[in-house]
């Protein structure tokens, strides 16, 4: 028993790592799924598909480790995203409708407008925005055909991809979702640690469809599905796997995800600071029945402005091209690039917002663009570390005296030495990029690890954590302000209200 599985189903993949004894990553399989676009602003997920890429997956990496030498297995997940099926056939009644889809903005206006977001934002410590689960719940109960009486009669399940998944891997036994999968549903009381009733009858969802909410290195059941039986013993959303995975276990301790979008999570311990910059509360996790809070910046179009230079734009093939473009730029140009491929995520939360450019010139290239593209990214977080500080610097005194200054940074993105250079330019934080980058699946397998006695404790982990590269502000402060401010002025030029 000297191996745990990391199961990583994400937004574009499935994935699955198998780390030994050591917590060293020794196998792994991946497998990309088809994204449904079924009108625009609208983003689904065949169900069969992330299952399918999953058990795949799974298997073919507990097939290389002989699944009689996995002690147990932790699950992460593209959060949000929302599924319902039928107790009974275990059939789904829709595709999954995934949290990039922007359908239920009207309801969510309209909840507003009744002064809703209040309430919302008490208990949940979320916004009322078509990002998160329950106004999708809501639509599916609507929508489909006989949803709202099959789910009154108690016949229907939801659950985000984390429930489906263990669902499906204990066969129809287990429907139990952890603390940070439901603290982003917008229907738990992040406070009391529960659903909230109030919330769920304001919306119509019945609590009978509701999965019962453990800690994240709870038990979740088991399966025989990958061979033997293997119990489940870990379950995080994504962002707070990676947040565990990079160790910031510490109040004040921060780390930022650059992949399709970008997610910044900072500790602020035992207690929920609700944020005065339109930042989200959420749970870091809860582990031994203790729930650890955070305040979290999500930016949607981090990565994805670099897949836009490259398919949208063509003037780079591949992702790793874009820095060594962003060099080639004019210094004497600024050019300026807001992203809001689909809106604007924090701290902005302007749905209706579209993406501009600045300060184009006769002489304006494709360097300059690929430079505005990454620089845009470093912008961005600069936006979410001065909500950030802004709002913990109220915590009360719980950040007080905390170490706030490093940033720790991981995803795809985070291997562009450019980019990361200009986060800690514009920041004047340093930023400390790890030796292992897999910090998300890292987390969830620290947490079955660590709940079957194979990995040590939070204070044990947080030792193996190491430094790959340290990224230090070289940006002289004039500099700095003056960039920083032309970015906000451009950004208070796109917005649509
Ligand atoms: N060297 C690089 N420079 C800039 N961007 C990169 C680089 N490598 C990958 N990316 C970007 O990182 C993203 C992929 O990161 P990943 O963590 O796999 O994302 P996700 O989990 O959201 O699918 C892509 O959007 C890609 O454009
Ligand atoms: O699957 P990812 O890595 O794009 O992460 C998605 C986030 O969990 C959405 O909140």
Redesign the pocket.
Known sequence: MSHILAIDQ????SRAIGFDARMHPVAQAQEEFPQVYPQSGWVEHDPEDIWASTLATARKVAGELGPETIAAIGITNQRETTLIWDRETGKPIHNAIVWQDRRTADTCAALRAEGFEDVVRARTGLLLDPYFSATKVKWLLDHVEGARAAAEAGRLAFGTVDTYLVWRLTEGRVHATDATNASRTLLYDIHRGEWDAEICDRLGVPMSLLPEVRDCDGDFGSTTLLGGEIPIRGVAG?QQAATIGQACFAPGMMKS?????CFALLNTGAQAVISQNRLLTTIAYRIGGQTIYALEGSIFV??????WL?DGLGIIGK?????GMARKADPGQELILVPAFTGLGAPYWDAEARGAVYGITRNTGPHEFARAA?ESVGFQTRDLMEAMWADAGRGEGVLRGAEMATLRV???????D??MQFVADITGAPVDRPKVVET?ALGAAWLAGQAVGLYPDAGGFAETWAVDTRFTPQMDEAMREARYARWRDAVSRTLSR
């Open positions: 994400g937004t574009t993949s994504d995800t650059y992949g399709t979008g981090a990565g994805a402005v670099v897949q490259r992702a790793s091209e874009a820095g990454l991981d995803g795809g993105m985070s291997a562009s450019y980019t998300t």
